[in-house]
């Protein structure tokens, strides 16, 4: 089991910074990618990012340029840093992990809300 415990979101005005962090415990030596996705009002869960072990990276085209992630593996967590945030940003983003058994694992959440 791998439990992931995100924190970071709030709330930021129209071309902001934020950084989310992605806490990881339980059987992280398990752990193979790591991932952020992002459910926005009335949309369906998106990837926005995603990294490897070996700190391979992919991006979803809307925030290349703008996000990036970036994993401690000695701390055992993912980062999201954000930038120039854009309204369309606002979401409740979510941490993922995906074990070598091919097991996925969600955190509960973190809310990002950009207004202008």
């Known amino acids: 089991q791998v439990q992931l415990v995100e924190s970071g979101g709030g709330l930021v005005q129209t071309g902001g910074s934020l950084r989310l962090s992605c806490a990881a415990s339980?059987?992280?030596?398990?752990?193979?990618?790591m991932g952020w996705y992002r459910q926005g009002p009335g949309k369906q869960r998106e990837l926005v990012a995603r990294i490897t072990t070996i700190g391979s990276t992919d991006y979803a085209d809307s925030v290349k340029g703008r996000f990036t992630i970036s994993r401690d593996n000695a701390k055992n967590t993912v980062y999201l840093h954000m930038s120039s945030l854009k309204a369309e940003d606002t979401a409740v983003y979510y941490c993922?992990?995906?074990?070598?058994?091919?097991?996925?694992?969600w955190g509960k959440g973190t809310l990002v809300t950009v207004s202008s």
């Open positions: 993922a992990a995906r074990t070598m058994y091919s097991d996925n694992y």
């Open positions: 339980g059987s992280i030596r398990s752990i193979n990618d």
